[in-house]
């Protein structure tokens, strides 16, 4: 089963600790099948859709940010038509803080 972890940064020299601590804590046991996905808010909706896509994972994982909440809503909002059943997670300081409105949004 591939999970794939996505971060998507405010820009290309930043690094987002979460995806690679989530990694590092599966340990070696699941390491062929945890992968990490980064892209940058400047990246193209279309590119980041195709790459998810090509990389045909079982589960996607989105750290959510302030800085990349709206892009994070419109992918989530896409990716169901692409890859229809992969269960999309979402984690971070943007989703534990507004919860019950995060769930509308996937679920309405």
Known sequence: ????????????????????????????????EIEIAEYTINHRMEHILADLYARKPDIMAFSCYIWNWR????????????LPGVPIWLGGPEVSFESSQILQIMHP
Do not use: D, F
């Open 1 to 32: 089963m591939k999970c794939l972890l996505i971060a998507i940064h405010a820009k290309y020299i930043h690094s987002n600790p979460a995806v690679y601590s989530l990694r590092a804590y599966a340990g070696e046991a699941y390491a062929e």
């Open 71 to 82: 892009m994070v809503a419109e992918l989530i909002g896409e990716l169901p038509k692409l």
